[in-house]
C-alpha cells in the first residue's frame, strides 16, 4: 500500500471521507469525497457529475428506500466562483450558500455560519458525525466535524487545513473500526501525501487505500476527485470511480 495514505488505508471502515489538500506541484487544490457502506441501501448508490458539482445518487431505488433517503441522496460537491463546498449531507447547500453571501469570512468562519443550524445526523444509534469541508480563493481551506457528545448536545469542531504542495488533510465520519455501534471519528483531522499528478490518478489512489485487506469485506461504494486552478474560469479536472463505472 502506498504509504501516503497509509491513514486512510488502516481504517476498516471509515464512512464517508472528505480530503482537502494541494497537488504536487502545489498549483492547484484538491478536493475528494469518498462512500463506504455496510448496508445494502448504502450500497446502492452511486457518485454523479452535474454542471454545479458531484451528486449522490441512487443505483436501485427499491433498495434505497429501505434505508433513509434524506440522509442518503445529497449534493456532495458544489462549486461556485467563490469556492467549494463538500458534505456529506444536505449541507453542502448552506455551505456553498454561505460561501457566495460571507465575502471576506475565512473558511471556518464560512463552515461556523452555514452549520450552525445543523446537528449530528439522526440515525440513533450511531448518530454519524456530519463531516463537511470548504475552499476559498487565495487558496484557504476549512475542514469541520459535528458529532454527538455524552449528553444528546452537538460538538462542533472546524480546523483551518494548511494547503501545502503534495499534502492534505482528512476527516471520516468513523473510527476505521466495523463494529456496532460505530464510533466517530476522534480527534483532529489526519494526514496524508498527495502524490498523484491528475484527478484521475488522485481518485484511484483513495479508492485503492479503501481496498479490504485479506478477507475483509469490500464496503467501497464511490469516489470523487476534483482538481481546481480558478473556478472563476471553470479551471477545474474531475474524475468518478463507482464501483462498478468510472467517469
Known amino acids: 500500500m502506498d504509504r501516503a495514505l497509509a491513514n486512510l488505508a488502516a481504517m476498516e471502515y471509515p464512512g464517508r471521507v472528505i480530503v482537502i489538500g494541494r497537488d504536487r506541484t502545489g498549483s492547484r487544490t484538491a478536493?475528494?469525497?469518498?462512500?463506504?457502506g455496510r448496508?445494502?441501501?448504502?450500497?446502492?448508490?452511486?457518485?454523479?457529475?452535474?454542471?454545479?458539482?458531484?451528486?449522490?445518487?441512487?443505483?436501485?431505488?427499491e433498495v434505497l428506500k429501505k434505508g433513509n433517503p434524506d440522509l442518503l441522496i445529497y449534493p456532495a460537491m458544489l462549486f461556485s466562483a467563490r469556492g467549494v463546498a463538500v458534505s456529506n449531507g444536505k449541507q453542502t447547500t448552506d455551505v456553498r450558500r454561505r460561501l457566495d453571501e460571507a465575502a471576506g469570512a475565512g473558511p471556518a468562519?464560512?463552515?461556523?455560519?452555514?452549520?450552525?443550524?445543523?446537528?449530528?445526523?439522526?440515525?440513533?444509534?450511531?448518530?454519524t458525525p456530519r463531516i463537511s469541508g470548504c475552499v476559498?480563493?487565495?487558496?484557504?481551506?476549512?475542514?469541520?466535524?459535528?458529532?454527538?457528545?455524552?449528553?444528546?448536545?452537538?460538538?462542533?469542531s472546524y480546523?483551518?487545513?494548511?494547503l501545502e504542495a503534495g499534502k492534505g488533510k482528512f476527516v471520516a465520519t468513523y473510527d476505521?473500526?466495523?463494529?456496532?455501534?460505530?464510533?466517530p471519528f476522534p480527534g483532529d483531522p489526519c494526514d496524508v501525501a498527495l502524490d498523484a499528478a491528475d484527478a484521475a490518478g488522485m481518485a484511484e489512489s483513495v479508492y485503492e487505500a479503501l481496498k479490504p485487506g485479506d478477507g475483509g469485506l469490500d464496503f467501497r461504494v464511490a469516489v470523487a476527485c476534483l482538481l481546481a486552478g480558478n473556478l472563476a474560469r471553470n479551471e477545474y479536472e474531475t474524475a468518478i470511480i463507482n464501483r462498478y463505472e468510472r467517469t
Open 31 to 36: 478536493v475528494i469525497y469518498a462512500v463506504t
Open 39 to 61: 448496508s445494502p441501501s448504502s450500497q446502492a448508490r452511486k457518485l454523479e457529475w452535474r454542471e454545479d458539482g458531484v451528486w449522490v445518487r441512487p443505483t436501485d431505488e
Open 109 to 127: 468562519g464560512v463552515l461556523a455560519g452555514s452549520l450552525s443550524g445543523w446537528d449530528y445526523e439522526p440515525d440513533a444509534p450511531i448518530f
Open 136 to 156: 476559498l480563493p487565495g487558496p484557504e481551506a476549512a475542514l469541520s466535524i459535528i458529532k454527538r457528545g455524552a449528553a444528546g448536545e452537538a460538538l462542533r
Open 159 to 162: 480546523y483551518e487545513i494548511p
Open 176 to 183: 476505521g473500526l466495523n463494529r456496532d455501534p460505530l464510533r
